[in-house]
C-alpha cells in the first residue's frame, strides 16, 4: 500500500493501474482481491495482511469491517491524524494550484470516541425479524447494531431502550420501515417523532437554539477547540 486516500482507502498500483483498497495502511503489504474495474481505477476489498502496519490496531467498533461508516478505527489515532493532515495538503497543491501551501499542525479531537451527538438509523422488520441500525450505502442494507462506539452514551442509551422494548415505537406506528434521527444535547435525548424540537445547547460560555432537524456541529467534544481557534483569529485581524 503506497498511499492513503481522501476518505480513508489505502493505495496500491498493479502495473500502473490504481487500485483502492479499503481498511488499509501505507507501508502495509496485503493480500486483497479486485472487485470492480473502472475506466481509470479497481476498486478492492482486502483478504489479509501479510505485513501490518506498526499503526495497525484493533478497532474499537465489532462492526468496522462491514459498516465502513468509520474508515480509520484500524489506523492509531496519532497516525490517522497525520495522514488527513496530508490529504489536505494534497487537495490544495492538486486542486488549488498552491506548490508549497503553508499548514498549521493539525487540532487533534479531545475524544476519539463517544462524540457524536447525532445519528440516523433505520428500523426494518422483515417478517419476525428486527433490524435497527446503520444503512449500508450497498443495496440499501440495514446493519443491526447494538450499540455504536463514535455514538455519545446517552444516544446507546436510547438505542438500548428502543431494543429492549421489544421496539414498541415502531409497532404502534404501524411501520416496518422507518428512519430514526436521535440527537442529544448534553442532557437529554430526542427523537425526530417528537416534532421539530428545539434544543439548546452551550459552547465556551455562548449558548445556541437550533432545531433538531437543522444542521449543528455534531461532534460537541471539539467545540472549545474550534470556537478558541476562530476566536484567535478574528481577535488577531
Known amino acids: ?13 498493479i502495473d500502473g493501474f490504481v487500485v483502492f483498497v479499503p481498511m488499509t495502511i501505507p507501508g502495509e503489504v496485503v493480500e486483497i482481491r479486485i472487485l ?15 505485513e501490518p502496519s506498526p499503526a495497525r490496531i484493533k478497532p474499537h467498533c465489532p ?31 492538486r486542486i488549488g494550484g498552491f506548490p ?5 499542525a493539525p487540532a487533534p ?16 422488520k422483515l417478517k419476525d425479524i428486527h433490524l435497527f441500525g446503520y444503512i449500508l450505502s450497498e443495496k440499501r442494507r440495514t446493519l443491526d447494531i447494538e450499540k455504536c462506539p463514535i455514538a455519545s452514551e446517552l444516544i446507546n442509551q436510547k438505542i ?8 414498541s415505537l415502531f409497532e404502534e406506528l404501524g411501520q416496518r420501515s422507518y428512519n430514526l434521527v436521535i440527537i442529544e444535547d448534553g442532557t437529554r435525548v430526542y427523537t425526530a417523532l417528537e416534532g421539530d424540537v428545539t434544543l439548546n445547547t452551550n459552547v465556551c460560555g455562548k449558548q445556541f437554539s437550533y432545531s433538531i432537524n437543522s444542521f449543528f456541529q455534531v461532534n460537541r467534544t471539539i467545540f472549545p477547540v474550534l470556537y478558541d481557534y476562530i476566536s484567535g483569529v478574528i481577535g488577531n485581524t
Open 1 to 13: 500500500i503506497e498511499d492513503l486516500a481522501f476518505g480513508g482507502q489505502g493505495v496500491t498500483r
Open 36 to 50: 470492480e474495474r473502472k475506466k481509470d481505477y479497481a476498486l478492492a476489498e482486502l483478504i489479509s495482511v501479510v
Open 63 to 93: 462492526y468496522f469491517s462491514e459498516c465502513q461508516g468509520c474508515s480509520y478505527q484500524h489506523m492509531d489515532y496519532t497516525e490517522e491524524i497525520k495522514w488527513k493532515a496530508k490529504q489536505i495538503k494534497d487537495i490544495f497543491v
Open 100 to 104: 508549497d501551501p503553508p499548514m498549521h
Open 109 to 124: 479531537c479531545p475524544h476519539d470516541l463517544h462524540y457524536r451527538n447525532k445519528v440516523r438509523l433505520r428500523y426494518k
Open 160 to 167: 438500548q431502550e428502543i431494543r429492549n422494548s421489544g421496539f
